[in-house]
């Protein structure tokens, strides 16, 4: 299976380089409110509650800027109870944070079963990374705690992109067949091996900063040289949901217990530090996934 898995990662790859040095690629842009408040956000003079005729056009959008208004980081604080209130609340760089996680989501919901399936267990996993990036950091000293949280969340973002690239060949080996043309697990796998490309490419073509982009790149190893980085943050971020067992796939234990104490190490995490981050994850995420 490992060798099928390699093999076809390798072709999956090859076609993958292709469209992308013939601009071929197609990857969906943001959602147009979305795109028209990226827009607004680069005015110099705008203020967050000025995206309120533009986001209270799309119900899924406005529900999740009131969600975030109201999260836990704004306890004690009475409820935000319209959409302009809570755009004040969030302040830029969470709007803009919120604004991606919108666009993120509705790449790994797909009109495939199959797809929606199993990119289900992914975002969770985005969703987890995400959360526990943005902690790390801030705990860390990081100043750059939103952009932590965005390169956690788009750590995984071209797994649904090479999901659709396989449903794509399946369909033109198999036809209108039932049967499927390789093990789920050998699916997974192959998902796994040829994605991060992809996802630096759609960061890159969202516009967002460059300390994303490069985390979407590197966090697959530490860098020991800039111990504080968002990668490092991403990278420990991402053994520790898998270590939590929030994951799609197989996981070494033991390598992703390595992970978590070298992440430590390099972050300066200690032990009541990790069981705060650590308890009650899958609750935090779950109550994200509605």
């Given at each position: ?7 076809l990662?390798q ?17 969906p ?25 533009l ?7 406005a ?17 935000a ?29 797909s ?12 975002w ?17 000293g ?17 797994k ?19 049967n ?31 300390s ?49 104490m ?7 995490i200690?032990d ?7 308890g009650?994850?899958?609750?935090r ?6």
């Open positions: 299976m490992a060798v099928v898995a390699e093999k990662s072709e999956v790859q090859t076609i993958l380089e292709k469209r992308i040095a013939d601009n071929q690629l197609t990857l842009p943001p959602p147009a409110v979305v795109t028209k408040t990226m827009a607004l956000l680069r005015d110099p003079s705008f203020t967050p509650k000025d995206a309120t005729p986001i209270e056009r799309d119900s899924v959008l529900a999740r800027v009131l969600r975030a208004a109201n999260s836990v980081q704004h306890g004690g604080m009475e409820r109870k319209s959409l302009p209130q809570a755009l004040t609340r969030l302040g830029i760089e969470k709007l803009k944070a919120t604004l991606i996680e919108v666009s993120a989501h509705r790449l790994f919901e009109r495939d079963q199959r797809i929606a399936d199993a990119t289900r267990g992914l969770e996993h985005s969703l987890a990374v995400a959360m526990l990036s943005r902690d790390v950091a801030a705990l860390s990081q100043t750059e705690t939103e952009a932590a949280y965005l390169a956690g969340l788009l750590h995984d973002i071209g649904p992109v090479v999901a659709w690239l396989l449903l794509e060949a399946e369909k033109s080996v198999v036809g209108t067949r039932t499927v043309w390789i093990d789920p697990d050998v699916w997974i796998d192959v998902i796994n091996r040829t994605h991060r490309p992809v996802g630096v490419i759609l960061a890159t073509k969202w516009g967002l900063p460059e994303v982009s490069a985390a979407i790149a590197d966090c697959a190893e530490y860098n020991g040289g800039d111990r504080l980085n968002v990668a490092n943050c991403v990278r420990f971020a991402n053994a520790l949901a898998k270590r939590e067992g929030i994951y799609v796939g197989k996981v070494d234990q033991s390598d992703c217990d390595a992970l978590v070298i992440g430590r190490s390099l972050l300066g200690d009541s530090v990790l069981q705060r981050l650590s009650g994850l899958a609750e995420v779950k109550t994200l996934m509605v």
